[in-house]
């Protein structure tokens, strides 16, 4: 069945922009000398697998998508060999966060699974565009059987349930973008979408602004992290050491125990710290707000009580997920 941009689906839409199948697909065969890494997510057993055009810190042997980090996502050596993919990753005029290869070879499945932290109110929205793929490939999402086509670029609304069984003869390769929201990205939905996303909340990626480190000296603090947010935390490292070491994610469990943070200047960066360890970078923003390198949907808004930060509230999108003691900060240590 050819997929046509007319099709209205509650989870998914085309997006004005085509691609030639021949041309990936040439661009594919120049990678069979690169080893393909085991995507960290623990819905699989172990088959499902990729390399990276744009990864944190350039890594091409990377899977995941971004995660939390002091190093900025950008482009990796394999766009040097692929001359289309490099044409189709610049022609996005908005922020590129993880572009990946995602395979899945003849038998392989990917379980059902919902993924957060993206989504029109989180400012992240996530784009496949199919390289080969087969009839007999069954994806669902949002419980609708989707069928995307060698070519052609859609965006899936992943925070909806959806599974993957390549039940063809063929591995199954798709290109996966996560992006930054736009008006560039926005023009590229069908109108029909895009006016009933914009009938809800829209979260647009801001650029980030230049402080002197005498300002971002003011937001050194140390303060204390809830149980419920040192479990996202733990999860999250384990998630990026599994990326790391190439191997997938086993469930990670905290306990109940809450936990100890801070932020420091290094390199004229602020970085949060947890349990003493580096976590990652912060952006700033207007505001007294910051945001995590790697994962711009979360951010965090210092509260001052006059001169000295009083708490912090971390965001996911538009979701408060806590908000931070502060038990002493720089104002208070001069």
């Known amino acids: 069945m050819t997929s046509t941009i007319s099709e209205v689906s509650k989870v998914s839409a085309r997006l004005s922009r085509a691609y030639d199948p021949l041309l990936l697909q040439n661009d594919l065969s120049a990678l069979s000398y690169y080893k393909f890494a085991p995507n960290p997510g623990p819905y699989h057993n172990g088959e499902w697998v990729g390399v990276s055009l744009i990864a944190p810190g350039g890594r091409w042997n990377w899977a995941a998508s971004s995660v939390m980090s002091l190093e900025a996502s950008c482009e990796t050596e394999i766009t040097k060999y692929t001359p289309?993919?490099?044409?189709?990753?610049?022609?996005?005029?908005?922020?590129?966060?993880?572009?990946r290869l995602l395979a899945l070879p003849p038998g392989g499945k990917i379980g059902e699974h919902c993924?957060?932290?993206?989504?029109?109110?989180?400012g992240i929205v996530r784009l496949h565009i199919p390289i080969i793929t087969h009839p007999d490939v069954v994806f669902f999402l949002g419980g609708e059987r989707m069928r995307w086509d060698a070519g052609e670029l859609w965006f899936g609304d992943f925070s909806h349930p959806h599974s993957v069984e390549n039940r063809s003869p063929v591995t199954r390769y798709h290109m996966v973008?996560?992006?930054?929201?736009?008006?560039?990205?926005?023009?590229?939905?069908?109108?029909?979408?895009?006016?009933?996303?914009?009938?809800?909340?829209?979260?647009?990626i801001e650029p980030p602004i230049e402080l002197s480190n005498t300002k971002l000296e003011s937001f050194i603090c140390s303060f204390n992290i809830p149980s419920q947010m040192m479990e996202h935390v733990f999860n999250m490292i384990n998630r990026r050491e599994a990326a790391i070491q190439q191997a997938r994610m086993a469930p990670a469990?905290?306990?109940?125990?809450?936990?100890?943070?801070?932020?420091?200047?290094?390199?004229?960066?602020?970085?949060?710290?947890?349990?003493?360890?580096?976590?990652c970078a912060l952006e700033p923003l207007p505001g007294d707000k910051f945001r995590a390198v790697g994962m711009p949907n979360l951010t965090l808004k210092f509260q001052r009580t006059g001169e000295h930060i009083s708490s912090i509230d971390v965001t996911m999108g538009d979701?408060?997920?806590t908000v931070l003691p502060v038990s002493s900060s720089f104002a208070q240590t001069k």
Do not use: H, M
Request: overall charge negative; charged content about 20%.
């Open 253 to 279: 469990v905290w306990g109940q125990e809450a936990g100890r943070g801070g932020t420091q200047l290094l390199d004229g960066r602020l970085i949060v710290l947890v349990e003493g360890k580096t976590y």
């Open 319 to 321: 979701e408060l997920l």
């Open 84 to 99: 289309y993919f490099k044409q189709i990753i610049d022609d996005f005029q908005c922020p590129l966060l993880s572009v």
């Open 115 to 122: 993924d957060g932290g993206i989504g029109f109110n989180s």
């Open 177 to 204: 973008l996560d992006v930054g929201i736009n008006e560039f990205l926005l023009g590229l939905f069908p109108e029909y979408f895009i006016e009933k996303v914009l009938s809800q909340e829209v979260k647009y």
